[in-house]
């Protein structure tokens, strides 16, 4: 088995997962409050979940249409958008901006599950590089490598 030479971790919202030389040190609550410890044995697998961008990107995408249209009026001849015209360009960039962040937050951010002999582990929010590198590790351990 391979040795472990400093302590991984990922945090997020709602708690962290540290993987040590002997197993996963879980903590979750408010302020990290409750924690507990668990043996590689005792965990099955590691997921990495990452939500689905498409909605929210489509959502944006077509958001900036509307402002596009609504402000350059290029449906002139159906019809005149003249004097709504801005107010609509200004409501669809609002509403893009935040579907914007979201598409963001989807694509920056997953949720690290834990599976184990308890009840599984979700930690929500975990920046992409450490989940990865916390999956990896412990994919390495399982093997044996």
Not at 12 to 39: E, M, P, W
Not at 45 to 70: C, D, E, F, H, N
Not at 119 to 126: A, H, T
Request: glycine letters at 6%; proline letters at 3%; charged letters at 15%.
């Amino acid at each position: 088995m391979p040795t472990l030479e400093e302590p991984l971790s990922c945090h997020g919202v709602n708690g962290s997962i540290a993987l040590s030389h002997d197993g996963f040190r879980l903590t979750q609550g408010r302020a990290y409050s409750q924690s507990r410890k668990i043996a590689y044995s005792d965990v099955s697998a590691v997921y990495v979940q990452r939500k689905s961008v498409v909605p929210s990107a489509t959502l944006t995408i077509l958001m900036a249409i509307i402002v596009l249209v609504g402000r350059f009026n290029l449906i002139w001849f159906v019809l005149d958008l003249s004097r709504i015209g801005i107010v609509i360009s200004w409501i669809a960039s609002g509403i893009g901006l935040v579907f914007a962040i979201v598409t963001l937050l989807r694509l920056l951010f997953v949720n690290v599950l834990v599976r184990c002999s308890g009840d599984p582990f979700v930690v929500r929010l975990v920046p992409v590089r450490s989940a990865k590198r916390l999956a990896n590790r412990f994919s390495e351990f399982s093997a044996g490598v």
